[in-house]
């Protein structure tokens, strides 16, 4: 563990996560904040030791899940979920999708009606996005991304902008991306408040704009109910302003995130 990459503040909120563990809940997203970010989105990984801190950490606390736009198979799979080693949940799709310690996936009916639209619409994209750019297909969402051909990221955007409009779909922008979802899709805050709206304390990682609404649910949750909140992020170059103006903690990459969490997950 690194933890000349934890300063004072990340220190105090680690301290008070580790008062009650068995009343606080752990979330993180994935990409950009337990995986560095890479090109090509299906060669993603996490850290070395981001799983195992998760599966120690998920023996400890009331609830440790990772919540992410990724499929949750994919997460399932990167993180070992559902292997029997520990409780640790994911969340997949922005909470439309989940995997319990059992390993079985569980789809959103809602959201399942909406796959036949995003199917056309990432066909449609499929075959007039300039070279270089990638669309990713997820059962019920597509992701357009420009990180391979940053120079058209006007053209993708504005391409996906038109595909969300024709097929009723919503749009979403990311990190050098933006991703078609059925509107009034489920998002981050919508899983941190149902995860935590029990918990004396929570805290939640991440990196990019889908991680806002996570940070304003625990803040609405500070409010109404008192929870002790830590609203982590996971800082690049590409950080969102209101990302970063809304955290109580603000750490420089993944390696520090692992960090964080290590010193959470330490014997005491
Ligand atoms: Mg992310």
């Known amino acids: 563990m690194d933890s000349t990459l934890l300063g004072d503040e990340a220190l105090d909120a680690i301290a008070l996560l580790r008062e009650a563990p ?48 990724r ?27 989940r995997v319990g310690p059992d390993g079985e996936v569980v789809i959103d009916p809602e959201t399942e009606e909406w796959a036949a639209s995003v199917t056309a619409a990432a066909d449609e994209l499929r075959d007039v996005v300039p070279p270089g750019v990638v669309i990713e297909r997820k059962r019920t969402a597509a992701t357009v991304h420009w ?25 979403r922008t990311g990190r050098m991306s933006a991703e078609l979802v059925p509107a009034h899709a489920m998002d981050k805050g919508a899983v941190v408040h149902m995860l935590a709206s029990e918990a004396r304390a929570a805290c939640f990682l991440g990196d990019d704009a889908g991680d806002v609404p996570a940070f304003r649910a625990l803040a609405e949750l500070s409010r109404t109910a008192g929870t002790k909140v830590v609203r982590v992020a996971v800082a690049s170059r590409e ?9 109580d903690v603000v750490l420089d990459g993944p390696k520090a995130a692992l960090a964080f969490l290590e010193r959470l997950a330490a014997e005491p």
């Open 239 to 247: 950080s969102p302003p209101a990302l970063l103006g809304e955290a």
């Open 71 to 97: 499929p949750a198979a994919f997460l399932a799979a990167a993180l070992g979920v559902g292997s029997g080693a520990s409780r640790l949940g994911a969340y997949g799709l922005y909470g439309a999708e």
């Open 147 to 171: 990180r391979s051909a940053p120079e058209h990221e006007l053209v993708a955007l504005d391409l996906a902008r038109g595909a969300a409009d024709r097929h009723g779909l919503e749009l």
């Open 22 to 69: 068995e009343r606080t809940c752990v979330l993180s997203d994935f990409d950009g904040t337990l995986a560095p970010i890479v090109d090509d989105p299906a060669s993603s990984v996490p850290l070395p030791g981001a799983m195992e801190v998760l599966h120690r950490l998920a023996r400890r606390f009331t609830s440790v899940a990772v919540v992410s736009g």
